[in-house]
């Protein structure tokens, strides 16, 4: 496997800064001009970067519950607070279930679904082709929208917590290649989201081994963590300090550069606060 590229067309894009207020987490996709773009403009038979400023998306936790009528109003919400609709909108799926109703519901509402799918499945079953019955169901599934989606397989795959399944990045890759190659031949659309942790960046040639080669990522992104108030924490860490990591060694392997500066936030009101930039 060769080393990250310089020279591909990845794009900027995020995913989830959580913000106690709203109960939800946003995300921020960036192109090279700045400033908001918004939902107007976003061309939903195709994914490509913003053509000026930003889209702002999210995974938005319900406070109401979690039936589909709970579910759709806690994104409501969330978009009349903003003064705004959601860009992407973020869902997860469980290994062994469905992709659900929601991206069905965001296309038809002018939303870019961004599909997580495939933590807990065992890298070397999935690329020896033992769970091909489920992954080519959710292919289906994702050809059956209609319009291409942001899919993030096995995020986070460099994390301590997540070695039982992903073993290695050799495995890892291998995976990744064959889940890529499984969509594709269901006719699946979709532009392929790689998430390590923000974290990893630090020490390239370790989250290098995850990379699954250049024309297999479309969107490279990084999850952070403020852990603080949480697992015995007690040091509170900037959103800028969180992803220095990442913006210090990611901007080489692409075309654009990130922002300057970036609005720093953790968590509203203490305690975790995952975000991810991709």
Request: contains cysteine; proline residues 6%; hydrophobic residues 40%.
């Amino acid at each position: 496997m060769g080393g990250l590229p310089r020279d591909r067309r990845v794009v900027a894009a995020g995913a989830a800064i959580a913000v106690a207020l709203v109960a939800g987490s946003l995300l921020v996709a960036r192109s090279l001009a700045g400033g908001d773009h918004g939902i107007d403009g976003i061309d939903l038979s195709a994914i490509k970067r913003p053509a000026a400023g930003t889209w702002l998306g999210s995974w938005v936790g319900s406070r109401y519950g979690h039936s589909r009528p709970e579910r759709e109003r806690a994104v409501l919400d969330l978009e009349s607070k903003l003064g705004r609709k959601l860009a992407i909108d973020h869902t997860y799926v469980p290994w062994g279930t469905s992709i659900g109703w929601q991206p069905a519901w965001d296309l038809a509402e002018g939303r870019i679904p961004m599909i997580s799918f495939g933590n807990g499945g065992d890298t070397r079953e999935v690329a020896a082709g033992r769970h091909d019955a489920y992954l080519r169901s959710l292919a289906e599934q994702v050809r059956a929208l209609g319009r291409p989606v942001l899919l993030r397989y096995a995020y986070e795959m460099d994390g301590d917590g997540n070695r039982d399944w992903v073993h290695s990045g050799p495995e890892y890759v291998a995976a990744w290649r064959h889940v890529h190659r499984l969509f594709d031949g269901a006719g699946a659309r979709a532009a392929w989201v790689w998430a390590p942790n923000a974290s990893a960046f630090a020490d390239p040639s370790r989250v290098q081994g995850y990379w699954p080669g250049d024309g297999e990522v479309d969107w490279i992104g990084a999850d952070g963590y403020n852990w603080y108030g949480c697992r015995n924490r007690t040091d509170w860490r900037s959103f800028d300090q969180i992803f220095q990591p990442f913006y210090r060694t990611a901007p080489p392997w692409r075309p654009w550069r990130p922002p300057a500066s970036r609005g720093g936030t953790a968590a509203a009101s203490g305690g975790s606060a995952s975000s991810s930039l991709m």
